[in-house]
């Protein structure tokens, strides 16, 4: 049973945490913290970054956190957070792409992108593509990004439906959102394995956690999936299969690591189960291309 008792010491690293503010963004940040990293806690909402700051700095740990300002719904802001941080820091040791929106109502980003697809993954893989430099300045970085379950109920990207140019079903999106992530997971590592780069990238999943995720659903929903899983994790046990590919050594470049109980609903980390979509080769390249065009990024492999 791997509990953040088992995080080696992070003195000295450096830690950027996405959605931090709140939710397994937030107890990843301070589990971070108490094993004695330096975590920016990267929020859109400058008021709850700082609250959340000071709720970690109260506890007196080995580490610190710090203030970061970024709307992933915006490749500016990506860009603009993206800046501060090489201005303010010589290196990242590790990059939590957590952040994350689910069946909000039809909306789209700066760019014009369905909010889920642009949030949760082409916010983070500009964000990633911005600080990849710093990341692989020293060896052994990691970029771990926060994908779910869910990945297994979309088959494939429709690009064809990305700026809402046809229908909008919100947990499809959602589910193509996750499924993005993953893929974007495994397909970075192999082209990290083959530029021989030394930097880890790997994929989690917290099971069923309670956050406020669900602040969009519907009760009736909501009573439903309660029904279903019936109990949710508190956000501290969600936040390990995160917190474990961070830090632990046995974790693999390319791995996808979430709750070991039945179905990866509750549990403590283990590895999880990736569906073929998320393993598909073509389309993580097709969807790399799409990504690099979307957001005029090329990663300086
Ligand atoms: N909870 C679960 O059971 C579960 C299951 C599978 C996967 N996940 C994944 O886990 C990750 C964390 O979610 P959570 O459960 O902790 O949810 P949460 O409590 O709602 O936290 C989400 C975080 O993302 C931030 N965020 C949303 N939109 C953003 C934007 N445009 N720019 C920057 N930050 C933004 C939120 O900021 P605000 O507070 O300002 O809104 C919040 O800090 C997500 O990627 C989610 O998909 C969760």
């Known amino acids: 049973m791997w509990t953040k008792e088992n995080i080696p010491d992070q003195s000295g690293k450096i830690a950027i945490v996405t959605g931090a503010n709140t939710g397994i963004g937030f107890e990843t940040a301070l589990a971070l913290c108490e094993a004695g990293a330096r975590v920016v806690i990267a929020g859109r909402d400058i008021e709850k970054v700082k609250q959340a700051v000071s709720e970690i700095n109260n506890r007196g740990f080995k580490g610190v956190a710090e203030e970061g300002v970024i709307d992933l719904a915006s490749l500016e ?7 501060a941080i090489k201005a303010n820091y010589n290196k990242i040791d590790i990059l939590i792409n957590n952040a994350g929106v689910m069946i909000p109502p039809a909306g789209q980003t700066a760019e014009g992108y369905e909010l889920q697809f642009g949030i949760n993954f082409l916010g983070h893989f500009a964000l990633t593509g911005r600080l990849y430099p710093l990341l692989k300045k020293h060896p052994g970085a990691r970029v771990v990004t926060v994908s779910s379950g869910a990945h297994r109920f979309a088959t494939n990207v429709d690009f064809e439906n990305l700026k809402l140019e046809q229908s909008y079903d919100p947990y499809r999106e959602y589910a193509i959102s996750k499924l993005a992530d993953l893929q974007f997971t495994i397909e970075f590592q192999r082209r990290l394995n083959s ?54 050594t046995e974790v693999k470049g390319g791995g996808y690591y979430g709750p070991d109980g039945e179905h990866e609903l509750h549990g403590y980390p283990a590895p999880a189960n990736i569906s073929e979509a998320a393993n598909d080769e073509n389309q993580g390249t097709q969807l790399w291309a799409f990504a690099e065009k979307a957001t005029g990024l090329k990663y300086p492999f």
């Open 77 to 83: 802001s990506v860009k603009a957070f993206a800046e």
């Open 195 to 248: 530029s021989g780069i030394d930097l880890l990238s790997a994929g989690a999943h917290p099971g069923v956690t309670e956050t406020e995720l669900s602040r969009h659903m519907p009760e009736a929903d909501y009573q439903a999936a309660l029904e279903r899983f019936k109990t949710l994790m508190p956000a501290w046990q969600g936040a390990l299969p995160t917190l474990f590919a961070a830090t632990a």
